[in-house]
């Protein structure tokens, strides 16, 4: 009798550590203006804003710059900067292309060539990472993300575990 119960709590545990990490969404690798790369555009900002639009951003995605080195580069700006396309105290930057740059935090980024007047005609790109239910907004943050909507699939594999977590418990006691 012992032997069976334990023999359905390890399978109960077997459940719920297969069924949990898929709750937990992967990092995506977003490749920017997808196989126009990150180049000049010939209709100036929307080919980014478009491509921007047409994704989600994750903490711990991703973002792909395809560039030639030594033509163009990518500079992380504040939003003040990003308007006028200054890069004088650029956030980061990368000179290296291409470039993988991981979003290690929620909230509006901000990205432009410091070349010539690539940002000014249009190499110039906006996101918003989303944060995730469990990371909180940086102290201060004026913009704070909205969380993601939890989608029904999520909701599914969270609860399916602890039901059968339950039942089993209901049975030993
Ligand atoms: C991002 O990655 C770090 C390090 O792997 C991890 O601790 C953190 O929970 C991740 N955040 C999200 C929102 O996935
Ligand atoms: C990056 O750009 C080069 C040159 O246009 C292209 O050959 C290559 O396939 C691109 N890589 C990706 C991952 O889009
Ligand atoms: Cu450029």
Not at 33 to 38: L, N, V
Not at 71 to 78: I, M, Q, R, Y
Request: proline residues 10%.
């Amino acid at each position: 009798m012992a032997a069976s119960k334990l023999m359905m709590v390890v399978v109960v545990m077997a459940i719920a550590s297969f069924r949990l990490p898929h709750t937990v969404a992967q990092p995506q690798r977003h490749v920017v203006g997808d196989t126009f790369g990150w180049n000049v555009p010939n209709d100036g900002p929307t080919t980014y804003t478009t491509w921007a639009s047409r994704q989600t951003f994750n903490v711990n995605d991703t973002l792909f710059f395809n560039f030639t080195t030594g033509f163009h580069d990518v500079a992380e700006v504040t939003q003040a900067a990003y308007g006028p396309c200054t890069n004088a105290d650029p956030i980061s930057r990368e000179t290296n292309g291409p470039a993988t740059l991981t979003l290690t935090r929620p909230g509006n980024h901000y990205y432009i060539c410091t070349f010539g007047t690539h940002c000014q005609i249009g190499q110039k790109l906006t996101i918003n990472v989303v944060g995730g239910s469990t990371t909180p907004p940086p102290a201060g943050s004026t913009t704070p993300p909205s969380p993601p909507a939890p989608s029904s699939a999520s909701t599914f594999t969270a609860v399916v575990p602890v039901t059968f977590l339950a039942a089993a418990l209901a049975l030993f006691y």
